[in-house]
């Protein structure tokens, strides 16, 4: 690979693919050069503030670049990104992986056969304190884990130029199911990367403060039997405590690690990340020593850096069968709400109403 990576964006519908070019026009080892999307000025807008040539056909994008970011509706992940694979590009692929797991699957076949680099998005594995709260899990400072908490929010449904301005696409089932697929996916990664493979869930999912999908709770169990509650909401103000993990030998909370707990409403002496064990009482609560980030941006933004380091080395932080895992468990949710039963995820299929209970 070439001192400076030649990146192209397939698709900027997304305003994560904003924060990603902001951050790597700055970089001496990347270049953008061009984007396609299918909305021709959404591209050009794109292309002036940062500095690429815009592209008539994804062709153009890939004949371009060395690798691509696809930050497209989530509709058209699978179109796009499997002719970047079949180009031999490198990907970063914004998460939700696809709509489908069928489309997810023809993209994990298709990396795993070219054998090319692909990365789903999730910035979340690039979070400091989230690698500090795996390292502790992993490391069994809290010994067995019994269960955990994550709640991942975010605000935008109460935000009326988010509903009818350029980013409703979020919530047109047509393009992107919903916000709960949309964000969930976030968190459903986070408790694999955790706590390993899931099992089974039971969830509801559904419309609680405005008239469009705003919320989901789920009950994750997974095979190495801790359980793990996940609230998703896209109408929650401000947050604290997103992270608990519970444990024989300790406890660990972790706080200001989503949207809505990352602002500027935080208590008197916030604490991002800390630990209890029950061999040091004495210590009480361990403060990790973590700053919390000025902004949830600043989250997104790692994503560009961490992405062009694994890249060098080959090895993606999160892998398109990742992608296609959570994507998996934030569908087998919405069929046990939808089914009112327990859905046992090891072969599910993706689709609505046919469970194993």
């Known amino acids: 690979m070439s001192a400076r990576v030649r990146i192209g964006y397939l698709g900027v ?38 500095g690429l ?47 489908t797991l069928p489309e997810c699957d023809a993209l994990v076949a298709a990396a795993e056969r070219a054998g090319t680099y692909f990365e789903t998005a999730f ?34 449904l109460f935000d009326q ?84 993990v519970y444990g024989d030998q300790g406890v660990i909370i972790q706080n200001h690690d989503d949207l809505v707990s990352t602002g500027a409403v935080r208590p008197p002496h916030p604490v991002l990340l800390k630990l209890y064990q029950r061999s040091a009482p004495e210590r009480g609560w361990q403060d990790q020593g973590l700053p919390i980030p000025d902004s949830h941006g600043e989250r997104i933004a790692a994503v560009a850096r961490g992405f062009l380091d694994a890249l060098r080395v080959g090895v993606p932080t999160a892998t398109a069968r990742d992608g296609r895992e959570a994507v998996a468990m934030v569908l087998a949710a919405y069929a046990a709400a939808e089914g009112g039963c327990r859905v046992r995820i090891p072969g599910f299929d993706g689709r609505t109403g046919e469970v194993s209970v």
């Open 13 to 50: 519908a997304h305003g994560h693919g904003q924060a990603y070019a902001a951050r790597l026009r700055t970089f001496e080892d990347a270049a953008l050069s061009r984007v396609y999307d299918r909305e021709p000025e959404r591209a050009r807008a794109f292309a002036e503030r940062f």
């Open 53 to 99: 040539q815009t592209a008539a056909s994804p062709d153009e994008v890939l004949a371009s670049s060395d690798a691509v970011i696809c930050t497209a509706e989530t509709a058209f992940h699978a179109e796009l990104c499997l002719q970047a694979v079949a180009a031999g590009r490198a990907v970063l692929c914004q998460k939700p992986l696809a709509l």
């Open 123 to 156: 910035q979340m594995r690039y979070d400091p304190a989230n690698l500090r709260l795996r390292e502790l899990v992993q490391g069994g400072a809290v010994g067995r884990v019994g269960w955990a908490r994550r709640r991942h929010c975010i605000g935008v």
């Open 161 to 244: 130029g988010f509903i009818t301005g350029a980013s409703r696409w979020h919530a047109d089932p047509a393009l992107n199911r919903g916000l709960f697929f949309d964000d969930a996916v976030h968190a459903t990664d986070f408790l694999r990367w955790v706590f390993g493979e899931p099992e089974s869930v039971v969830a509801e999912v559904g419309q609680q403060l405005v008239p469009l999908e705003d919320t989901g709770l789920c009950i994750y169990r997974f095979r190495s039997g801790v359980l793990a509650e996940l609230a998703n909401s896209a109408t929650t103000l401000v947050g604290e405590n997103t992270t608990e």
